[in-house]
């Protein structure tokens, strides 16, 4: 009896041993988030579409869902004055569940449009009156002396918007738009032509957020792509 009870002991200590323990759940590893391209899809003189391909890695031995993605895109160029600015040209949340395997990267594409409208109302909203500092200087001295009609000075500072934000809009790879015709040589001579071309260095960065049987976790993160000439 003694051996068959020693036996059967060392049977339970195998079965205890093959089975699941009720151990506490793994914790999540962050999954890893950035952007493996940018690339364009429609580049015209009103309008321009890019598309963003992110490149997102589930370093985790289970299964994970990409919740949401938030993000925005911004690029950094130069005005006629030399000066540096960011322009944060579009901001999207993506809500469909993506599965991601265990140990395994996915691709999630995402599509943005710039209008010439809203880039140009967001500089002049955003400058004011101080766009006329990007007019030609004959221009500035006039509207400083009160030699120009008030409603026509008050239009300049829609022109000055318009001479900050072309540097921009030639970066981002958009066809020079026409304007006015009166300003159509300044514009193109003065502002446009010594503007510098593309493939501008975007940043993308936002939170991504992640559900698992280990718990939900968030990542935030930054990413920059410049497209190969």
């Known amino acids: 009896m003694a051996r068959i009870g020693a036996m059967g002991i060392a049977l339970v200590l195998l079965l205890t041993m093959m089975l699941p323990t009720g151990c506490a759940p793994q914790e999540i590893k962050p999954p890893q988030v950035k952007v493996s391209g ?122 000055g918007a318009i001479a900050c934000m072309f540097p921009l809009w030639k970066l981002i790879g958009a066809s020079r738009p026409p304007i006015n015709p009166q300003l159509d040589t300044y514009l193109e001579l003065s502002v446009w032509e010594p503007a510098e071309s593309g493939p501008p260095l975007w940043t993308v960065q936002g939170k991504a957020s992640f559900l698992s049987d280990a718990g939900p976790t968030e990542v935030e993160f930054q990413s920059q792509w410049r497209q190969a000439e």
């Open 38 to 159: 940018v690339y364009p899809l429609q580049l015209g003189a009103g309008s321009v579409d890019y598309e963003v391909v992110f490149s997102i890695y589930n370093p985790n031995p289970f299964m994970v869902v990409l919740d949401s993605l938030e993000w925005n895109i911004s690029t950094t160029y130069k005005t006629i004055l030399d000066e540096e600015r960011t322009a944060v040209l579009a901001r999207r949340l993506l809500l469909d569940d993506v599965y991601i395997p265990a140990n395994t990267e996915v691709k999630v594409t995402s599509a943005f449009a710039v209008g010439l409208a809203t880039v140009i109302g967001e500089v002049y909203m955003e400058l004011g009156a101080d766009a006329l500092k990007y007019l030609p200087q004959s221009m500035q001295k006039l509207i400083k002396e009160g030699q120009m009609p008030p409603d026509q000075a008050a239009g300049m500072v829609s022109v």
